[in-house]
């Protein structure tokens, strides 16, 4: 099983930035696709960002050239720049194992003000 859990949401003015993290434990390999969904008012969730079983980075097209996803060890973050209030909405940490089985977070809540 795999254990995820975010920090770094918050309440945060148009334009400003935010740093999302995401501590994974348990049975996970460095290769498993992992990243970050989220879930905006209304909507379904989606992908935002992940890293690919190849190491490759790929982003929804809203978060190209504003967000930029990294990772160091257990942690995966997700860096939020030029943030717009249609970015508010819950964001998730994922990661999926070679069975396909998919691992989530609990959430951490993003609020950007106008």
């Known amino acids: 099983q795999v254990q995820l859990v975010e920090s770094g949401g918050g309440l945060v003015q148009a334009g400003g930035s935010l740093k999302l993290s995401c501590t994974i434990s348990g049975s996970f390999y460095s290769r498993d696709p992992m990243g970050w969904y989220r879930r905006t008012p209304g909507n379904q969730r989606e992908l935002v960002a992940m890293f690919s079983s190849a190491g490759r980075k790929d982003f929804n097209g809203f978060a190209k050239g504003r967000f930029n996803i990294s990772r160091d060890k257990n942690m995966v973050f997700l860096q939020l720049n030029s943030l717009k209030p249609e970015d508010t909405g819950v964001y998730y940490c994922?990661?999926?194992?070679?069975?396909?089985?998919?691992?989530w977070g609990q959430g951490t809540q993003v609020t950007v003000s106008s």
């Open positions: 994922w990661a999926s194992n070679s069975r396909g089985i998919d691992s």
